[in-house]
Every structure is written in C-alpha cells, then in structure tokens.
C-alpha cells in the first residue's frame, strides 16, 4: 500500500484529463469503439462511484454494453461490508479467467471496498494473475492513468492507497437516471462500529465544501434533475473539520433553496449525532422528503454498547419519539444486525422490542458476518449459524406484518409519485412515494421522471398498487 501524494486538486485533474485524453487518441483509432461493462456491488456510495468510472471511460472513447460477455473492459466494483458480498466477486472471477482464455484482449479491473484490504490482494496477486488493473477507494480518480499505465507497460497494474489524499471536484458522471442523481457530501467514517469494516477501508471522515456541494447541486437541476440523494457514512456529523461553520441541518436548508429541486433524500444517519437542529430542519424544509433511514442495529444495551454504537436502547426510542412530534407522516426505516459475538436469544427479544415500539416502514436485516481485522471478529462467543438463522427467522417474522399493516393504511389515499421506470409488466410503471414506498400503476414510459397523483388501490408487503389519477 501506499501513501497517497497530496497533488492540488485543480491541477491532478487536469493530469487525468490528459491521460484521459491519450486513451481516446488511443481508442479513436480502433475498428470500433472498445466496449466495457460495470458490475457493482453493495451500497449507494459504490453506485455513485461507478457512475464516475461511467463518465471517466466515457470520455477516454469507451462505450457501455449491457452484458459482460460482450466487454473488452469488465470492471467490479467491489464490496466488504458483508462475506458474501466478498464471496460473489471471487466466485465471478473464476468464471472469467476462462472467458479470458477465448477473448485474450479482455481487460480486467476492480476496485472498491475489498480491494483495501491486504488479504485481499494477496490473494489476487496469488490466485487471479488474470486480472490486470486494480485500485482502491481512495484513487478512483486516476482511472485514466492506470489504464494507460497498463497499456503502456502490458503488464498488471496495482495501486492501493493507505489513506485519503484530497478530494477531487468535478469528475466526469453519466449518471443512471436523468431526473434523480446521487451527491456525495462527505467520505469515510470515524465511528469504528465494532462489526464493521467501512473506517478502515473508506477511511477518516471528511466532508466536502458545501460551496462545492450546492454548485454540484445547482448544475443537476439545471439539467433536469428533481430528486437529489445527499450521500455520506454519517452525515450527521456533516460539517466537521471544514474551515468554514456548517452543519447538516444547516446544508439541508441550503439545498431547500435550489430551484429546480423538488426532493431531497439523505443517508445514512446515526443515532448518537442526529441532532435536534436537523428534526427541526427537516420539518421546516418542504423538499426534504419524510423519510429518514436510522439503523439501530440492535435493541439490547449490552450488545449496543460491545458494538460501540455510543446510544442505548431508551436514547434510540426517545429520539424516533421526537422525530414522530415533529413529523407526524416520518416513515423510518432501519439497519438491524442479528448474530453480533454473545448476543442471546434475550438480547434478539430487546430488538424486537424495539421494531414493535417503533413500527419500521421498512428494514434490512442482516445476519452478522465476521469481518477481519474489526475488534468484533476476536471477540468471544460468535453466535453459531443455526442460531443466528432460528433469530433473524424470528426478527423477519416481527419486520414484516408491520411493514404491511403501515402499507395497508395507505389503501385510499393519493400520494405524489416520482416514476421510476417500467415494471416487469410492461403495462406498468413503478415510482416512489415522498416517503420511499414503492409503487407500481398502470402508465406509460413517457411518465418516467414525473411526478404524478396516484391513488392506492391494493398493498403487499414490499410495495402498493396504485392508479393514475
Ligand atoms: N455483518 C453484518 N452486517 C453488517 N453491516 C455492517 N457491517 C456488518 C457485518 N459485519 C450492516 C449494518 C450497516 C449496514 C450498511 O450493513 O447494519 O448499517
Ligand atoms: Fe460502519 Fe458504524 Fe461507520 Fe456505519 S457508522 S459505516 S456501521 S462504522
């Protein structure tokens, strides 16, 4: 691994340009234009950051496809967050070292998550000699110039950094939808949950200038988008180590002022930061949607606090109790762990506890997966498999008759939707409501990216059926 260098911004932008520059040179000159294909794992920060490699490879003369097989250049996108997520891309990778054997110019690279860890490469270097370029979290930027590295030399390139180096404005995007666009607003995480793996793979917190932040904003809704997604590990904490006074609350209100804007979503928020400022914000600001994701992770004070999640059990119910006075229509959704090292069936019975007290519009569940090298994995007492699985079955069982029981209260109503794109039924189009309920009603393609008066007709669990009104 190395030490990132500390170049200005400005300047190793423009360094990248013209390596991005060169490859189109290079590119230009082919029979036809090289394809490549992204395969991304995980969560929306990875989504975002494939969006950048997207708009880089664009501009070096490369052109999507739909289908892997048809790539020159695959690229994965890797997550940590969880083994299976780990698993998924070792096992793809097996498969193409064949596909390399019929197509010898396919190129392969990965970055991400699980490229940060030693092991991890390691294991590349060892077992996945196929691969040719691979990079980390905290130099997606220099894409351009790894590529051309490994043209040039014909030989594989790796580049990890240990840590951040600054951040890099303005990197070309092709973003996935035209009327809704993802925004980071800070990087990393200082929080060092005990399960997880983020901090030492995403690095220390570090927030973005928020004069950076409305111009990226101001530039999406001047170019149609509605619905922005402010992005960070733990964006209540927005702000800190900046030179100038900011806090989340106060950026929300900024953005709230951008014409063009109708919605505003952010994740992920924690619970020890979520401040009374932000509800306040978040009630007074009319495009910041009714909705907010609080993982709680787990009802029990003992396992919370071997989490160090710094909140316990009553902090968490009392703030969702301020957040409902303030907000009475909030949908809250959540991130619940079952399984962490010790924890009983008595401790599953706290969480549960909790999901019943709060009455979650939605949450993802996960069963605890060790990760190495994060202070959980030595710890005493991992819960074995069938234990875990008899849990989260009980958890699920909790979740889910909720879910639908909040859904159901919906049949009658009018909501406005945001559409989305076509269902599975082609007759159908799916959308969200301001609350982030999926809904699908009968509609044509041209509706996507409007924002139309549907009534709901019929629930399930997952999502509501609606008809254009
Ligand atoms: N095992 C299972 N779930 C995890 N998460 C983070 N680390 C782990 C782990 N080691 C979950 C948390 C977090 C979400 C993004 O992923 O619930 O909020
Ligand atoms: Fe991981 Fe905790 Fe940071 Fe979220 S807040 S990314 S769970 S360490």
Not at 350 to 369: L, M, P
Request: net charge neutral; aromatic share 8%.
């Amino acid at each position: 691994m190395r030490t990132p260098n500390t170049a200005p911004t400005q300047g190793e932008l423009e360094r990248q340009n013209q390596f991005m520059q060169k490859i189109a040179a290079l590119n230009e000159k082919m029979e036809r234009k090289p394809r490549f294909f992204i395969n991304t794992f995980g969560c929306q920060m990875n989504a975002h950051d494939s969006e950048k490699i997207n708009g880089m490879l664009q501009k070096m003369g490369y052109e999507p496809c739909n289908e892997e097989k048809d790539a020159d250049l695959i690229i994965y996108n890797t997550c940590c967050v969880r083994e299976n997520a780990e698993n998924k891309v070792y096992g793809n990778l097996g498969y193409l070292k064949h596909a390399k054997k019929d197509n010898p110019n396919m190129k392969i690279a990965l970055c991400g998550c699980m490229m940060q860890q030693p092991t991890v490469i390691e294991t590349i270097r060892k077992k996945y000699r196929h691969v040719d370029i691979v990079f980390g979290t905290f130099n997606l930027y220099k894409l351009a110039e790894l590529i051309w590295t490994n043209i040039e030399s014909g030989s594989p390139v790796f580049d990890i950094w240990d840590k951040h180096g600054e951040i890099v404005e303005d990197l070309p995007a092709v973003r996935k939808y035209k009327y809704k666009a993802s925004v980071n607003i800070m990087f990393g995480c200082n929080n060092f949950c005990t399960y997880c793996i983020v901090p030492y793979v995403r690095g220390r917190e570090r927030s973005r200038h928020p004069d950076d932040i409305l111009k990226e904003v101001r530039t999406l809704a001047a170019d149609g988008v509605k619905e922005v997604m402010l992005l960070g590990q733990n964006v209540n904490s927005y702000g800190r180590g900046l030179d100038t006074e900011i806090t989340f609350a106060r950026l929300l209100r900024m953005i709230n002022e951008v014409d063009g804007i109708e919605r505003i979503r952010f994740m992920t928020s924690h619970p020890k930061d979520l401040s009374d400022e932000l509800i306040s914000a978040m009630a007074q600001c009319d495009k910041v949607c009714d909705h907010i994701h609080l993982p709680f992770q787990a009802g029990s004070n003992e396992i919370l606090k071997r989490m160090n999640r710094r909140y316990t059990k009553e902090h968490y119910l009392e703030l969702i109790n301020k957040i409902k006075t303030a907000i009475p229509d909030i949908a809250i959704t959540t991130d619940i762990i079952v399984g962490f090292p010790g924890e009983t069936p008595q401790d599953v019975d706290e969480t549960i506890d909790v999901v019943k007290k709060v009455r979650f519009n939605g949450a993802f569940t996960f069963i605890y997966s060790k990760r190495t090298g994060t202070p959980a994995a030595e710890m005493p007492n991992q819960v074995p498999e069938e234990e875990a699985k008899a849990n989260f079955n009980r958890l699920l069982d909790a979740v889910n008759p909720i879910v639908y029981e909040l859904n159901q209260k919906k049949v009658g109503n009018t909501y406005k939707i945001l559409v989305d794109g076509v269902s599975s039924d082609p007759l159908y189009v799916t959308g969200r409501t301001e609350d982030n309920t999926l809904v699908h009603f009968k509609g044509c393609k041209e509706l996507i990216g409007e924002i139309v008066n549907v009534k709901i007709t019929d629930c399930k669990t997952f999502y509501l059926i609606g008809e254009l009104q």
